[in-house]
């Protein structure tokens, strides 16, 4: 996924994207970039802890195996030494310790920060209850887009696949920005289709991305 900054004049782009796209419609979008949905310490840690455990026990078995002997004490010793350099390198290199981490996990992490963004930033809070969220998290390559129930009653999840599909293929391409954009005006053409703009519409969310 994308590793380039997003610049003040893709900023500036996208923001500009959300305007237009709210000019059509009486719902709402917000974006949000996280650059990690979690630390992953603790889940790497554990991962790091069992793999060493599983190859302490493989090299006792060899050592059996091949009739070699080593004093307890110093296999232990040695054994806690490799646990508390693993972990001190997973302390010492946070980029590390994602890939420690299974995927299940850290797309559960990104999804739960997806909610969490949606109800932090008042997205839910919109009077018809018409509020969109275009949320992506780089380091889990992790690409959301939650729509508040006044939305998910009209329009099928199949829909936010296929803009969450095209998002994550422009961020692989590291046009993360240009991703953006595309997915604000999907987002905006399905909203202008079910919740056309009214009379006294309000502007009722930032209209900018935000980064975390």
């Not at 802890?49 to 004093?71: D, F, H, K, N, P």
Request: aromatic share 8%.
């Amino acid at each position: 996924m994308a590793t380039r900054p997003i610049s003040p004049q893709d900023h500036e782009r996208i923001a500009g994207a959300i305007r237009a796209a709210e000019t059509r419609t009486d719902g709402e979008i917000y974006c949000v970039v996280a650059h990690a949905s979690d630390g992953y310490f603790f889940p790497a840690a554990f991962m790091v802890t069992l793999g060493t455990l599983i190859v302490s026990l493989a090299v006792a078995y060899g050592l059996e195996a091949w009739w070699l002997s080593i004093r307890l004490p110093h296999f232990v010793f040695a054994e806690l030494l490799a646990l508390a350099s693993a972990l001190l390198l997973l302390w010492a290199l946070p980029g590390l310790r994602i890939h420690f981490v299974p995927h299940h996990l850290r797309y559960q992490a990104a999804h739960l920060n997806a909610v969490k963004q949606f109800l932090a930033r008042n997205v839910h809070r919109t009077a018809a209850r018409t509020g969109v969220l275009i949320f992506v998290s780089i380091a889990e390559r992790y690409a959301e887009v939650v729509a508040d129930a006044g939305i998910n009653s009209k329009v099928g999840q199949n829909v936010w696949d296929g803009v969450v599909r095209d998002l994550t293929a422009h961020a692989g391409d590291d046009r993360l920005a240009d991703g953006f954009i595309k997915a604000v005006e999907s987002v905006g053409a399905v909203l202008a289709e079910h919740f056309p703009v009214t009379a006294g519409d309000a502007n009722e969310l930032d209209d900018h991305l935000v980064e975390i």
